[in-house]
């Protein structure tokens, strides 16, 4: 696939990133492992875990994500210098918690025991990317961009990046900058196609709307929407689309979704990867997948072009008055 840069000053990625927060949980650590090598032979190359992935599962502690990505490392040599390794922190529960409320937070100490905790369950030295997972405003923003800043400058991460702001709050960490310094290269989000109804609530999840799209661009920031698929609502009878993009626009959407799919011989969820990557602000999409088959769809809509018409459909159809 493709490569490209994210943003005016982040690394250069292909299409899509591959999520893997249910690797060694939900999804089986041999299946996992398996889509790994499947992923590097394809080119996706992009990956994105954290240090929470997956508490929330029975038994889960949030080390498994990582932990798993660690063993395919050791066990694959070559392949972390093959790869583009995203991790996020600040959204693991402190000990004994199983509370975001609880969270270790993006205080200075808290980023560097939660870098060096990863690095040490991923089996390197350095990742890639660097996220400020969540918003933590117990912590002054100077505070937090200072310690990711300076993680970039010990050399734990090549580059930095956040997630899950507003549009006020990120304009706050962008300022807050330290002149001289790397910043944020990466915002990641909620995003779909799909429009939100007005007033939804997805909290803690934060959406990708235009005024933080605004921001972002403005200041040469790369864009990443996670959720995509919306659990494969777009394609499966037996997952209903959550509430929250259920209004009077919705049908018009769903129904410019179905004309790109018999235009392109693409499913909808397709599309809507495929759309993400080639609009006119791209978003690469994180794709959770749980099969080599499920990796090898997300591969074919990254590679598909989409006819200038489709593209503006789907645009016309999202336009929400």
């Given amino acids: 696939m493709e490569m490209s840069r994210l943003g005016s000053h982040g690394p250069s990625v292909p299409p899509f990133a591959l999520g893997t927060m249910y690797f060694g949980s939900q999804v089986p650590p041999d299946t996992a492992l398996t889509i790994l090598d499947a992923a590097l032979d394809q080119g996706a190359t992009f990956l994105d875990t954290a240090n929470n992935y997956a508490f929330w599962v029975d038994g889960g502690t ?16 070559g392949a972390r210098d093959r790869v583009t390794l995203a991790t996020k922190i600040g959204a693991r529960p402190r000990p004994g918690s199983r509370s ?18 990863s690095l040490a369950r991923l089996g390197t030295d350095q990742v890639d990317l660097l996220y400020a997972h969540v918003d933590d405003p117990r912590v002054p923003i100077e505070e937090t961009v200072g310690a990711l800043v300076e993680e970039a400058r010990r050399g734990t991460a090549r580059f930095i990046g956040c997630s899950n702001l507003s549009a ?18 990466v915002l990641q989000q909620r995003f779909t196609y799909l429009t939100t109804a007005p007033g939804a609530d997805l909290s803690p999840h934060v959406l990708l709307d235009e005024e933080v799209i605004d921001v972002a661009t403005r200041h040469g920031l790369g864009l ?12 499966r009878a037996d997952r209903p689309l959550p509430e929250a993009y259920q209004h009077g626009a919705t049908q018009g959407q ?10 392109t011989g693409l499913d ?21 997948v749980s099969s080599t088959n499920q990796l090898a769809s997300a591969v074919k809509a990254a590679s598909t072009p989409l006819p200038a018409e489709v593209l503006a459909d789907l645009e016309q159809a999202r336009r929400v008055p």
């Fill in 100 to 117: 975001l409320d609880e969270a270790l937070g993006l205080s200075a100490s808290a980023i560097r025991t939660q870098t060096e905790d």
């Fill in 168 to 185: 006020s709050r990120l304009e706050a960490a962008l300022a807050a900058t330290p002149a001289g310094q790397a910043g944020y290269c």
């Fill in 62 to 77: 949030g080390d498994e994500s990582e932990s798993l990505l660690g063993r395919w490392f050791a066990s694959r040599p």
């Fill in 268 to 288: 909808a969820g397709q599309v809507v990867l495929a759309w993400m990557a080639q609009r006119g602000i791209p978003v690469r999409a994180v794709v959770g």
């Fill in 224 to 235: 990443i929407g996670y959720s995509p698929l919306l659990g494969g609502a777009y394609t």
């Fill in 254 to 263: 769903l129904a410019a979704l179905a004309r790109a799919a018999d235009a």
